[in-house]
């Protein structure tokens, strides 16, 4: 059983930027795939980013070249910096760690409580 717990979210204005953390309670070396998604009021969530145990990311189109994903084997930590902020981006993100199969979808086994990021314009 691995925990996640996120940090990192806060109140900062359009154009800025935060750093988000997600600390596993194991180790993450082995864990095939971490992931940041996002959810907003009233919306589905949605998927931020990706990264691979061989550091392979993938990022949504509306986050490209603004964020970045990392992961820190050492630290049993992935984070997620943010730049160039947008009030869109407003969400609690939540850190998803072991992708899946459970049979109907591809999902993840592990999740984090979920960190507020809130931007104003």
């Known amino acids: 059983q691995v925990q996640l717990v996120e940090s990192g979210g806060g109140l900062v204005q359009a154009g800025g930027s935060l750093r988000l953390s997600c600390e596993a309670s194991g180790s993450i070396s082995s864990i095939n795939v971490i992931a940041w998604y996002r959810q907003a009021p009233g919306k589905q969530r949605e998927l931020v980013a990706r990264?691979?145990?061989?550091?392979?990311?993938n990022y949504a189109d509306s986050v490209k070249g603004r964020f970045t994903i990392s992961r820190d084997n050492a630290k049993n930590t992935v984070y997620l910096q943010m730049n160039i902020l947008k009030p869109e981006d407003t969400a609690v993100y939540l850190c998803?760690?072991?992708?899946?199969?459970?049979?109907?979808?591809?999902?993840?086994?592990?999740w984090g409580q979920g960190t507020q990021v809130t931007v104003s314009s």
């Open positions: 998803a760690a072991d992708r899946i199969w459970n049979g109907a979808t591809l999902t993840y086994r592990y």
């Open positions: 990264i691979s145990s061989g550091a392979i990311t």
